[in-house]
Structures are given as C-alpha cells and as structure tokens.
C-alpha cells in the first residue's frame, strides 16, 4: 500500500505464499502490491536490514519563512494553530502558499513542539482503593430533546459514582445545581449503595463551596451534610474538569446508554415525569450490573450509615397575599385562599415545596426552576371559586397566561376573545377551567378543544358539561320491613327443641 512502510513479517509471509503462488496471489496474501513483490525478489533483504531514508524528497515550501515568520509566531503565542499561521502567510504572501500546504504545515508545527516547544500538562492515572473515594457532579440533558406530555422536558441529571468500582446513581434534576438537589441526590445514593464512602469529590459547584472568597471553604450546610456521613470533602482544581474524571467520563457513557434505549424505544416522549424517572433508573441499573462483582468487593468497605437521614430542604418564610400567591426565591406560587394573610414556613426541596402553618403541612406544590422564562408556577384550581363570582376580571388579569393549563386552553381563549362579547368569552373560559380542574377532565378535555379549534367551531359549554361532568345518579329508594318480634321468640323455641 502507498504510503505504508512493509515489515519483517510481511516480506517472510511473501517469501512462504511465492513457493506455492504465484506472484500476485502471494502479494495478496501478504498484504503488499506486485510492485513491492518485485523489488524484493529483486532485494531479498529484510525491511529493518536497510537504512532509513532520511533526506527530503521535494524542496520544503515554507523554507525561505520557517524561521524568519513562523518560529517567531510560535515562540511568541505557542498554541496557535496551523490554519492561523497558514492564513496569514497567505496574507502576507499572497498566491504563495495554497490551501493544500496546510497539512505540510502542520508536520512542521507538531515536529517544532516536539523539540523546541513549552512544557506540556502531565496526566497521572490514578489507582483506585474500595470504599475510599465517590464523585457527583451534574450534567445537562438539553440534547436528548426528551419531551414530556409532547412539551420540551428541560432537566440535567445529579450523577453520583463509586470510583473503585464505577457503580453509578443518577436522578432527574429540574431547575439548577442547587443544595437541595446535591444534598437530595447524595443521600439518596448513599442509602442505595448501602454505605459512606471515606472522601466525596465533586467540582466547583456553589451550593458546597464559597467560591467568591478569596480562601475558599465549604459552605455551611454542605460541611453538616459531610459530617453527618462522615465523609471527608474534596474539589477538583478550577477549570480542570479531568481531575474529577471517574464522573466526567461517566456523564458521556451514561448519556449515550441513555439515547441508545431511546432510540430502541421509539420515541422520546413520556406521559409524565414518574415514567421518565423509572426509565432513567432502570438504565442506570442494567450499567450497574456489569460492575456487579467490583461493587461486592467495595460494598463490604464502605462506612456504616447513619441512624437517619439528614434534613435536604432549605427552609424560608412567605406571606400568602391577598391574590393568593407567595414568592420564593423569584417564583410566584399560588396557594388555597383560605391560607390568605398567613405566613407560612416553606421547605424547599430539589422537586417540590411543603408549606406548613405553625406544625401542619397546609401545601404542597412542585418546585419551578428560576431558568425558566416565565417565573410563575400557579395552579388555577385556587382560583376558580373567585374567578366563577367575578368572571370578568380573567381579562385583565395579570397572572392570565400563566394560569392555563395546557396551550389549548390558552388558544381556546384566544378564540373566544376575538369573537364573543367581554362578558360571554370570561363566562365560557372560566366554565371550562372549573369543568377541567372540578371533574379531573383537563387532558381529555383539552384534546376536544384542539379538535374543536382545528374544525373552526367554538366550544359549547353547556355541552361539554354533558359530556364530561359525572352525572348525577339517584340512589333507590330502599324500604326496610322490621319483623315483629313474635318472630324471633318463635325462632328461639325451635332452638330450644
């Protein structure tokens, strides 16, 4: 082959096959072409018996700039590229240096490094103990384009992983790389390895490390969080993503496990969250049985667990208004208005958010992600008994589009805006709001919408109420005849005989 320098080997299997062959068939079984099998029966001389060609074959282009131009560039910004170098010689000598002397080029950058350039970074493969070391970090899923309930599911994935014995956790995570989600995560792999790893490592991540201090430490409750396992806590330098390794690599490995049983799947769309849970641990299982034997061996050198997990949640205070809202940490929540004018303590974990009033747990709502555009997580069940007594006011009111439902209900009302009256388009919206949220009809009531809307009619409230509200059943009338009570000394005498 061109280009391919022959060995030792080849030339004796060319040598064997030629006593048999002939000289093309033995050239084939060798892996050589017939003009090479020519020069050797010629030469038979061994490959290695004969001295390297070391002189030029063709005059070197960028002789004349090797070191007036180029070395100067290289000295003075040692990672420039090829193509940089090649584009401004072409700059400053045009119609000199065609495009197709970029490889040439580059030969002569790689083999100048080689021998005069800087220092370059060592890596140090480490070897791992059992039960000593465990990573997290978090990694985006954005690229898998996973959809939930046909919407656009934005998420990133808590990855935890044993190093010695590369058993892995990884969870769902909405919104950003908060304590609640790293304390979450952490815990709820720790209790499924059964055991404490001695060291937990992770990057630069802010809810373990101040980072805008000049002598960096933990933060507080990332310190109480490894106390209480007794883990010692450890970072990788800034910037240098390998030295946390043993989880970074595992984010593409996991990654691509996780589009590969999509595309078996058939599709990347899920009903609800649950299911695309579920699914996320069920591929981080079948990983986990490949490195069943090593985490046998760590399992039994991992520390004991505590009695109890520690707490995972943030807690802080809101004021529940009089629009039946609260706001936590930028997002606007509603809450039932019979909380209205309390103060309540609200817990915020990774995924959702528990409000209790003095020891009561009063509400319980999904935790929304700050990353989001649209800051509102409102339910409108809290506010259809108002709205039924003043439907108008859903026209002007401010929080309006955060309180559909699903986009056929916001199209619905569009819709009715544009052709009904103030009074007939709020009437017939907050009818069907009631109907969704009262009767647990909003999926299925949403699909007639769009169909609704796809045929250019607009719906009929009344029937719809027909159709989808339970009907009202009567409950027979049921007549009791007591017996008198002769009966039952009659039957007393029959025992008795």
Known sequence: MSGTRITDQQVRLYMSK?????????????????RTARRIECDASLPSQKPRQSWRTRTDPFVDVWDSEVVPLLRNAPHLMGITILRKLQDDHPDRYPDSMR?????????WRALEGPTREVFFPQEHQPGVRALSDFTDMSKLCVTIGGAPFAHRLYHFVLAFSRWEYANVVEGGESFEALAAG??????????????????????????LREQEDFTTRYAALLDHY??????????????????ESSHRYLKEAIDQALMLRGHRDFAERGAYDEFIREVVMRRNRRNAAAFRIERERLQVLPERRTTDFVEEEALVTRCSTFNVRGILYSA???????????RLYADRLDCFLSSALVHSTARASRAADNRHALDYRHFIESLKRKPQAFRGLAIRDALFPRDAYRRTWESLEAQLTQRQACKIIVGLLELAGHHGVEAVLAQRLDVLLDAGQLPELKQLREEFAPRETVCPEVIVEMPPVAVYDALLGKVAA
């Open 186 to 211: 952490l815990q709820n792999a720790l209790w499924q390895a059964g055991g404490c790893p001695l060291e937990h490592r992770s990057d630069s991540l802010s809810a373990a490390f101040k980072n």
């Open 103 to 111: 490889r040439t080029l580059e030969r002569r950058i790689r083999q």
């Open 336 to 346: 039932p208005s019979r909380l209205i004018g309390h103060r309540l303590k609200v």
């Open 18 to 34: 030629r006593k048999h062959h002939s000289q093309e068939v033995a050239a084939a079984k060798a892996g050589i072409s017939v």
């Open 230 to 247: 007794g883990m010692q806590g450890t970072r990788n330098n800034r910037g240098m993503g390998h030295e946390n390794g043993s989880v």
